[in-house]
């Protein structure tokens, strides 16, 4: 068990750019998640994917935000037209399929800092 | 919608001290309880959880009892130590049938000194 890995651990990039995050649960996880924190406030839910299938989704992820998880295992995060409110933490997380009682095992997040 | 109150820090203690974070919810049924820490450089670990009411969750010395009466889910520690510094995270997942998000509260950063 190699736990969730996130890449990159740090981007920078500059306003208006396309940036993709990456996030590798851990194996054999069905659910995979993706939140958000901001400095001082504790994470928001994004998306939540079961398999495949993208089953929630925030009214946060608004329509410059996409993600996927094609082949059920690793996911992407990718946010079009970056904006300087888009700068935080971006947290994975994923759980085994244990019945409604599940515990979600985080990432150590991807930092997007937009100048 | 659901939401999740927790005392505001930082909290400072000495070594040794008796350690309670205030955690209040808002949420219709019966949503499951959390206590989530997260060391410095590390990503967030679950601590411990509570499904019902009235259960107890324990970890590493820690407590939490889940009070649907006062919807309070407060963490306790009778001895902190210095490696206990972090920042603690209240949490609920509601109830709901195929909802599995997470909400949390604020964060409350903890700094033990010897």
Known sequence: DTGVSQNPRHKIT???QNVTFRCDPISEHNRLYWYRQTLGQGPEFLTYFQNEAQLEKSRLL??????ERPKGSFSTLEIQRTEQGDSAMYLCASSPRTGVMDTQYFGPGTRLTVL | ?????????????????????NCTYTATGYPSLFW??????????????????????????????????TTSFHLEKGSVQVSDSAVYFCALRHSGAGSYQLTFGKGTKLSVIP
């Open chain 2, 36 to 69: 989530y820490v997260q060391y410095p450089g590390e990503g967030l670990q679950l601590l411990l959880k509570a499904t019902k009411a009235d259960d107890k969750g324990s970890n590493k010395g820690f407590e939490a009892t889940y009070r649907k009466e």
């Open chain 1, 62 to 67: 608004s329509d410059r935000f996409s993600a």
């Open chain 2, 1 to 21: 919608g659901n939401s999740v109150t927790q005392m505001e820090g930082p909290v400072t203690l000495s070594e040794e001290a008796f350690l309670t974070i």
């Open chain 1, 14 to 16: 500059k306003r208006g």
